[in-house]
């Protein structure tokens, strides 16, 4: 019986013990100079074996052995063979201690903890093997980075570029606004790779950036990767068409984004039609503002298509564009299907003479839309008669917003009577349009016996309706139905528990309980609430109307009919809050 006894079976107390109780196997050994051969010294014809007979004396005991030394070409090491020997049983612990005693200072060199080895460790930790090797994780390119801090230095050390200081503060909150710092395409790609794998972000303002296409496409395959950011926002960049491409492939895909913003992109038809693929295939997003760019007739017609077959959109700002004729009458009858649209702002485009009889057409069947404003649009007083046929059908529309529109006299008389029959309105504009004294009367009329609120130029401004009084109104009203809900959207919101949100949180938590605005609405109320204009406040406030009540009363404080009004609606909310704060 043969066995190999390599170095590290040595080290190994469980075969040492296994020689031990093997009482024919003795250990041939050479103990003088014992030295590891490094394989270009090996004669030619030798196959790496290197084989010596010397006499070895050790203490009172001669020992006659055989060496042999087999080289490792791969990690130049040395190995002992161990054979059976017929003329005289040697004990494995006593040569053992023999070629400790003798090579001590060279094996040490090889393994210095070769004592703690031989004296056998309980731990099978510190064995010498190279199992471990084999098994190894290999190392992480990036060390645990909820934030995307240490990624984002890396990459910028890469590109040449300076990390931003501000963005390295920012990185770890929920909300990032990053708004006006001209950060280009370089500084997007940085930004982007650090975002792939942020856990943190849920809501990001990038508006105002002088963001490209190859930074709006850095943009969007971040967020094919992050399944975090609820909230994006891109206004007032130039991503073009190749960066709306890009985005259109990620709405495809990506299934946590509630709210884009591509106001002021300068973009055109082709970039509308471009991103109808996109919008055609996502249910999850519900909130897009493609305000301030120049999407036309046929942009219209495209975004038209996608409004008749998406399920998830229920607010659409597409105003301050140019959607003209078939463009105005592809959205409008769109409204016929859709079952989920709730806010629709087409103000200042042109909808005209044809969009007003689609909405004739159209709005009677609709049984979604709450919240329509078509301020400036060219409509006629032909126009406003044909809207108002539709307005009189109608079932669930409750503000329409018809201001600067040269409608004349007889179009808001026939405004008005459609008001009449329709008692869901609560909310009618018509700011900067013209009125005589009889349609004077019958608004007073109006609001007099129902719960209407007519806007208008009055007479002389006095007493004359204003525009965040009637938000006020409206939100007073949502705050009576929704004030529980509010209440517990804004606590969730309020992850640090601090009491406090910033106007973006609290604008996302009134969308997500109901409250429907238009946009310009939903920010003069942010701004009237923010009393302290310092961006965050309590929500404890919001529920109990003080912010509001206590701005309105500074800014309006000259005037004895606000107070008076102001003073009866805190009164008359404090007797409904009560319920819920």
């Known amino acids: 019986m043969t066995q190999i006894c390599t170095k590290q079976s040595f080290l190994r107390p469980q075969t040492a013990a296994q020689l031990k109780n093997d009482d024919d196997i003795s250990l041939q050994l050479d103990t003088l100079n014992i030295r590891p051969l490094s394989a270009h010294t090996i004669p030619a014809g030798?196959?790496?074996?290197?084989l010596r007979d010397d006499g070895v004396t050790n203490g009172d005991k001669d020992y006659s052995v055989t060496e042999r030394l087999r080289i490792d070409p791969v990690l130049d090491q040395f190995s002992f063979r161990a054979r059976s020997a017929r003329k005289k049983k040697l004990n494995v612990k006593t040569v053992t201690e023999a070629w400790l005693k003798?090579?001590?200072?060279?094996?040490?060199?090889?393994?210095p903890f070769i004592d703690q080895s031989l004296d056998g460790l309980d731990n099978s930790d510190e064995y010498d093997t190279d199992i471990e090797e084999d098994f190894s994780k290999p190392e992480s390119k990036y060390r645990a980075d909820p934030t995307g801090i240490y990624r984002y230095e890396k990459k910028c050390?890469?590109?040449g570029i300076l990390p931003i200081s501000y963005l390295k503060r920012q990185m770890g909150r929920r909300n990032v606004k990053m708004r006006h710092r001209y950060l280009g395409n370089e500084a997007m790609k940085a930004i982007a790779e650090a975002l792939k794998v942020n856990t943190v972000t849920e809501n990001l303002d990038l508006s105002d950036n002088y963001i490209q296409c190859n930074g709006a496409s850095y943009i969007a395959e971040m967020l094919l990767d992050n399944m975090f950011i609820i909230h994006m926002n891109l206004s007032d960049n130039f991503i073009g068409t190749r960066g709306v491409e890009a985005l259109s492939v990620m709405l495809q895909n990506n299934t946590t984004l509630k709210t884009l913003s591509l106001s002021g992109n300068q973009l055109c038809d082709r970039d509308a039609g471009v991103l109808v693929d996109g919008l055609m295939n996502n249910d999850t997003l519900q909130s897009l503002d493609l305000s301030n760019n120049n999407i036309g007739e046929l942009g219209g017609i495209y975004l038209g298509k996608v409004?008749?077959?998406?399920?998830?959109?229920?607010?659409?700002?597409?105003?301050?564009?140019c959607i003209t004729r078939k463009g105005a009458v592809g959205v409008v009858q769109a409204l016929k299907s859709n079952k989920v649209l709730e806010v629709l702002d087409i103000s200042w485009n042109g909808i005209g003479l044809e969009g007003a009889a689609a909405l004739q057409k159209y709005l009677p069947g609709n049984t979604k839309l709450r919240i329509l404003d078509l301020t400036n649009n060219r409509l006629t007083e032909e126009a406003a008669k044909k809207l108002a046929i539709g307005l009189k059908k109608n079932k669930v529309l409750e503000t329409i917003i018809?201001?600067?529109?040269?409608?004349?006299?007889?179009?808001?008389?026939?405004?008005?009577?459609?008001a009449q029959v329709n008692l869901v309105l609560k909310l009618i504009s018509l700011e900067e349009v013209g009125l005589n004294a009889s349609n004077y009367n019958l608004m007073q009329e109006l609001c007099e016996d129902r719960d209407l609120t007519i806007l208008h130029g009055g007479t002389g401004g006095y007493k004359r309706p204003t525009a965040?009084?009637?938000?006020?109104?409206?939100?007073?009203?949502?705050?009576?139905?929704?004030g529980s809900d509010l209440k517990r959207a804004l606590e969730q919101q309020d992850k640090g528990e601090i009491g406090a949100l910033c106007s973006d949180e609290v604008k996302f938590c009134l969308k997500d309980t109901g409250l429907r605005l238009t946009n310009r609405q939903l920010d003069m109320l942010i701004e009237e609430i923010d009393a302290s204009t310092a961006g965050n406040f309590k929500y404890s406030d919001i529920l109990s109307i003080n912010a509001v009540t206590e701005h309105f009363k500074r800014k309006y404080s000259n005037s004895l009919s606000d107070n008076e009004s102001i003073n009866s609606m805190t009164k008359h909310m404090a007797r409904h809050v009560t319920t819920f704060t």
Not at 46 to 50: E, L
């Open 102 to 111: 003798k090579t001590r200072s060279e094996v040490e060199e090889i393994h």
């Open 157 to 159: 050390i890469k590109s």
């Open 402 to 418: 018809l201001n600067l529109n040269a409608m004349k006299n007889e179009g808001v008389e026939a405004i008005l009577k459609a």
């Open 307 to 321: 409004l008749a077959i998406n399920e998830g959109l229920f607010d659409l700002d597409l105003s301050w564009n």
């Open 468 to 482: 965040i009084k009637s938000t006020l109104n409206i939100f007073q009203v949502f705050l009576e139905k929704n």
């Open 46 to 50: 030798q196959n790496g074996t290197f």
